[in-house]
């Protein structure tokens, strides 16, 4: 039952991600690119709340009580989403013979990259408070989850910001690179202050590697890019619990260094993205009857 619950917790969590985050980038793309990131930063307030809600009920309750407190709150907060209604994208016929730029290659690096991601982070999601958690005080625990949630909310609209100013792989590499770090401090030593800096190490990557592959992937004019991407990370996310199972065994430190090892490795894949990666792309839009050529600039490379 449980492996069916999570399944089905995966399934719906991805589709609820392709829905907004497609919504997002179709309503938001006149607009600077930091305000889809402070949507996105939803996320991390999410994870804060969520941890406070446990440390609130960790001393006056059983461990029942906060996945009763966490569905309730989910349940209203679907309330107050049921309302909102994304509008239908435009819909318009490519003109013959001006065929899209090919970007396949880029596209299947960036593909790699954030599959391993959704491998690396579900992890290190899963087991990071537990491991933080073994020796170490008792609100440490549950503190670094709601550090991870706060460094969450302002991070994507930050690399929003900087992917307007400098190259998107060249950040996203940055951005896994930071994250593997982050991951292995925890397995590299039990110093309360390492699983804080950890913690906010992060919550302040996962989001802005998300920010950053849709917007590339959207840079890339792949058709259905997002749907892909958010795909490739969702059966990570799937993987990732199932490969370092046989690691729990010896406890959180060898999942968490698997998880970091993944990551290192989905930072080579955005190490590939980067070569030759095209910048600069010559598109053609259909909004307007006269079909008008433009370029479109990722950002300068870095």
Do not use: K
Request: net charge positive; proline share 6%; aromatic share 8%.
């Amino acid at each position: 039952m449980w492996g069916v619950l999570r399944l089905l917790a995966g399934v719906t969590s991805a589709l609820v991600f392709v829905v907004a985050a497609g919504s997002l980038l179709h309503h938001l793309r006149e607009h600077p690119p930091h305000l889809s990131g402070w949507a996105f930063g939803g996320v991390g307030a999410g994870i804060a709340l969520s941890g406070l809600l446990v440390l609130a009920l960790r001393s006056v309750a059983d461990w029942r009580a906060p996945w009763w407190a966490s569905a309730a709150l989910a349940a209203l907060l679907a309330c107050g989403a049921w309302n909102l209604r994304p509008e239908g994208a435009p819909t318009a016929a490519r003109r013959g013979g001006s065929p899209g730029p090919r970007t396949h290659r880029w596209f299947g690096a960036l593909f790699v990259s954030y599959t391993l991601e959704g491998v690396g982070y579900i992890v290190a999601g899963t087991f990071l408070v537990a491991a933080v958690g073994q020796g170490s005080p008792g609100w440490v625990g549950s503190g670094a989850w709601v550090l991870v949630g706060l460094a969450a909310v302002p991070s994507s609209a930050l690399w929003a910001r900087l992917g307007h100013r400098f190259s998107r792989p060249g950040l996203l590499l940055s951005a896994l690179l930071i994250q593997s770090a982050g991951i292995a401090l925890p397995a590299l030593t039990d110093a309360t202050a390492a699983a804080l800096v950890s913690a906010i190490l992060f919550g302040a990557t996962f989001l802005g590697v998300s920010t950053l592959a849709l917007a590339t992937g959207a840079h890339l004019r792949f058709p259905r890019s997002v749907a892909l991407l958010t795909a490739g990370y969702s059966v990570g996310q799937i993987l990732g619990p199932l490969l370092v199972t046989p690691l729990l065994h010896h406890g959180y430190h060898q999942a968490l260094l698997l998880a970091a090892l993944v990551v290192l490795a989905a930072a080579g894949a955005a190490a590939v993205l980067r070569i030759e990666f095209p910048h600069h792309m010559v598109v053609v839009r259909h909004t307007d009857p006269l079909h008008q050529r433009e370029s479109t600039e990722d950002a300068r490379p870095a």
